[in-house]
């Protein structure tokens, strides 16, 4: 149920400042002494074209708030004025000085306010701006503030004095995009009012005085009319500022000076996070995916049930949204129907019903060099979202913090602590009032880590090193090596809310191929490591494959399911691994209760033992020449995502048939086997958790490399993944019998996800450079 509400009031509150005395004269005079004087010879050698004024005639430009001059620089202008341009005549006989002033004026009249660096009190002006002139109620400045107005940690950047002084000191006579007021009309004759954040021709996106986004579409309204700046109220909450000319002077000086949010927790006083926050993450609404996985334990199921295998042959798309990069690997992320999907160092925040955005944060990728891999590639899996804040990790691995409603930045620290290319790719997790942020870069030399932030601040609460220093104990499996590289944590972790434990899984030991310089089983590499959320202490880990060789990241989902395993109620792990095999683990412990192969080709080893270890097959070191092994580097399975259903018992994993020449070198080394008669394939398995056999299995004709799709299985019986031939499809979860397709001809590097908005479910994916949605028809 809509609440109707009216922002009357507020803007009355915010109007009667007793702190403000009104300037002499009262009303809204425009004050534009900030800008530089008009100098004389402007009246008699430019205004007869330009105008007295500067806004332009019918003979020449307007030379304020023109964006062509928006980035041209003084000395540009100066030229542009000695020398003429087009119809414009050459002032070359005017002394040097007077062109420079005329120069000066003119780039003040279109430079950044940022770039002008207006003279006054910056500090006094934040004083005013977080104090008595209200200005944080509705702003927010260095991470500080509230939701009910644009963000404006960057306005000097987007606006001209001109401009910041009349947005100021006269609201009404330009609103900001996506901030006019309007009503609109329901069909059972009600009427809601809002900011219009986003319209289309079929929908709006109301954004209440209440802080809650309206997505309605026109089945649902019968009118949109803009709120005019009449007598009967005002066209913006916002309420002219009354201030003195000197207050006026401060304020512009400290928003000219704002150049976003600096690097390092956030100082100050702010809103710890509530437990009704850290609520909807452990225990999504029915329809919101909170989480990268959909839930903290991830466990890619979902209990809606509306598309389910009755009727999903019915699935056709319902919108699609494409971003600025061609090969998506983000997971949608839903809360309140908005959905949240990510491309290098970009964030969308888009309609769930319409795909339309709302608003988007971008913000230009690494130079080239300075980040390795993936993260160099642009690869980007999402965010994570508590309350009314959204996470996200940039490619060079700084986690940033963002308001979820207008996408301004709230803080940002740089994950590593030193050098190195630490790169970012995965989507952070929450686990309690904690964001927990993981790096990429392990094939290039890093140190791995896990770290851990306070969710309201960015403060550093604790940080797990994956490979220790010299003198930490797991150096003893460092034989040779001082300084151990690798155990990157490039996949988002899972969390067990009931006994706050966080499970993280590790990547391969550096150099990849060659370990001639690091004897041992390299700890903590190639494992899952249960650490204590609250302080990041090691409880146990258990190493998949020691003394790796063949970069087989442990960077695979981690599912946590507890369920009934061989007569007994279980707390599970289970965790299909890149070496080939399908482990169940008790969570608990970390005791490993089952390991069976996950792919027909398998070379490496006969079998993990009853120590855990696996069982290793000579002859599959890698060597100068070349040695062939399977699993291939890209592995069994990758990072892509898996899915336990608790009604069919059945784990779901893409998997791959293939297998790799592996060269000992000290970075790359690996090679492609081309066997005609046995060619590489993605094959879908759904594996039992009781027997750890293959229940069944769709091979997926077409390139392997051309499929990095996960799967998503649901409540209404389905599984849904990607195909190598490129069609997206959902199969019944008891038998993987065929149900629906849809070609979309693309490769896949994504994991499916559903939600749910005004009662109608939707599946999602990113495919290529798009966000594609599904749902069923309406009835
Ligand atoms: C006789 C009319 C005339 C006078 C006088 C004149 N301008 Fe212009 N000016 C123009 C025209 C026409 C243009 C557009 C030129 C073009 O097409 O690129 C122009 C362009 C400009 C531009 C570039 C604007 C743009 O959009 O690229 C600047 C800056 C400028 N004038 C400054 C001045 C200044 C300063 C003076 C006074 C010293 C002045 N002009 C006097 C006619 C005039
Ligand atoms: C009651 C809420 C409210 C208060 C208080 C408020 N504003 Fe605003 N402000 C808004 C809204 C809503 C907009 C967007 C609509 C518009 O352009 O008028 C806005 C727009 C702006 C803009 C233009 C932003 C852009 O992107 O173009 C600036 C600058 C600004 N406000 C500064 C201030 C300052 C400085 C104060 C304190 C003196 C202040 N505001 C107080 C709500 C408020």
């Not at 205004?47 to 332009?56: E, F």
């Not at 004759?189 to 005085?209: K, M």
């Not at 609520?279 to 989480?291: A, I, N, Q, S």
């Not at 955005?357 to 979202?385: C, L, Q």
């Amino acid at each position: 149920m809509i609440r109707h509400l009216l922002w009357g009031s507020l803007a009355a509150v915010a109007v009667a400042d007793p702190q403000d005395s009104p300037p002499p004269g009262g009303g809204p005079a425009l004050s534009f002494s900030i800008v530089a004087e008009q100098p004389a010879q402007f009246g008699s050698n430019c205004a007869v074209c330009h105008g007295g004024d500067a806004q332009g005639t019918d003979r020449a430009p307007a030379l304020t708030n023109n964006r062509r001059l928006r980035g041209r620089s003084e000395s540009d202008l100066l030229n542009t004025i000695k020398n003429g341009q087009g119809n414009m005549p050459a002032f070359n006989f005017l002394p040097p000085e007077q062109i420079q002033a005329l120069a000066r004026y003119v780039r003040s009249l279109n430079a950044d306010a940022f770039d002008m660096k207006p003279a006054g009190d910056s500090v006094a002006g934040a004083d005013i701006f977080f104090g008595a002139g209200h200005c944080s109620d509705c702003h927010t400045a260095q991470g500080h503030g509230g939701a009910r107005g644009p963000d404006l940690s960057r306005i000097g950047h987007l606006l001209t004095l001109g401009e910041l002084t009349q947005s100021i000191r006269d609201p009404a006579a330009h609103i900001s995009p996506g901030y006019g007021i309007v009503d609109v009309t329901m069909r059972d004759g009600s009427v809601v009012q809002g900011f219009a954040r986003n319209r289309t021709s079929h929908s709006v996106d109301l954004q209440t005085a209440d802080g809650h986004l309206h997505l309605l579409l026109d089945s649902e309204y019968s009118k949109i009319a803009p709120v005019s700046a009449t007598a009967a109220g005002p066209s913006t909450p916002m309420p002219p500022y009354r201030g003195t000319e000197k207050q006026l002077r401060d304020l512009i000086a400290f928003l000219s000076s704002l150049d976003g949010v600096a690097v390092g927790p956030l100082q100050g006083q702010t809103d710890a996070a509530t437990l009704e926050d850290v609520k909807e993450v452990l225990y999504p609404k029915p329809g919101d995916w909170p989480t990268y996985s959909g839930n903290v334990n991830g466990n890619r199921y979902s209990p809606i049930d509306s598309i389910n295998t009755r009727n999903v042959a019915a699935l056709r798309p319902a919108w699609v949204h494409p971003l600025a990069y061609n090969d998506l690997e983000t997971t949608p992320v839903v809360v309140d129907g908005v959905m949240y999907v990510t491309g290098p160092n970009q964030i969308y925040a888009l309609d769930g019903r319409t795909g339309s955005e709302i608003w988007n944060y971008s913000r230009p990728r690494s130079v080239a060099g300075t980040i390795s891999g993936d993260a160099a590639k642009g690869a980007s899996r999402g965010v994570a979202i508590l309350g009314d804040r959204l996470f996200f990790i940039t490619d060079n691995a700084h986690l940033i913090c963002l308001h979820r409603l207008t996408g301004a930045v709230l803080w940002e620290v740089s994950m590593p602590e030193g050098a190195g290319k630490y790169g970012g790719t995965s989507a952070p997790l929450i686990a309690g009032d904690l964001v927990i942020g993981g790096v990429s870069g392990g094939d290039e030399g890093i140190r791995g880590f896990v770290v851990a932030y306070r969710a309201a601040t960015g403060e550093q609460v604790w940080r797990f090193w994956t490979v220790p220093t010299a003198d930490e104990p797991p150096a003893s499996t460092w034989q040779g090596n001082p300084k151990p590289q690798g155990g990157s944590s490039w996949t988002t972790p899972s969390y067990d809310a009931k006994t706050g434990i966080l499970y993280v899984a590790t990547g391969n030991p550096y150099p990849d191929t060659d370990g001639d310089a690091r004897g041992g089983d390299n700890l903590y590499t190639d494992s899952d490591l249960a650490l204590e959320a609250k302080t990041g202490k090691l409880l146990w880990f258990y190493q998949f494959t020691p003394h790796d060789l063949h970069d087989w990241d442990a960077n695979q989902p981690i599912a946590l399911v507890d369920t009934r395993f061989h007569g007994q109620m279980r707390q599970l792990l289970l965790h299909a691994n890149r070496n080939g095999f399908f482990y169940v683990l008790d969570r608990t412990t970390g005791q490993m209760l089952q390991a069976s192969p996950l792919v027909k080709k398998l070379t490496w080893s006969t079998g993990i033992g009853p120590d855990g270890r696996p069982v290793l097959v000579a002859g599959n070191e890698p060597t100068l020449g070349g040695a062939k092994t399977c699993p291939a580097v890209r592995g069994a399975t990758n990072w892509y995502s898996t899915a336990f259903n608790p009604s069919t018992q059945l784990y779901y994993v893409m998997t791959s048939e293939d297998c790799s020449t592996y060269r000992k070198a000290h970075d790359g080394g690996y090679g492609p086997v081309n066997d005609p008669a046995d060619p590489a394939m993605k094959v879908l398995r759904a594996m039992s958790v009781e027997t750890g056999k293959i229940a069944w299995e769709i091979p997926l004709s077409g390139p392997p490399e051309r499929n990095y799709s996960g799967v998503l299985s649901t409540a209404g019986g389905l599984v849904f993944f990607g195909e190598s031939s490129g069609g997206f499809a959902a199969v019944d979860a008891r038998n993987g019998t065929y149900l629906w397709h849809f070609e979309a001809n693309q490769p896949w590097k994504a994991s499916p996800m559903t939600y749910m908005v005004g009662g109608r479910q939707y599946i999602a994916i990113a495919s290529g450079p798009n966000v594609l949605s599904f749902a069923l028809p309406k009835n």
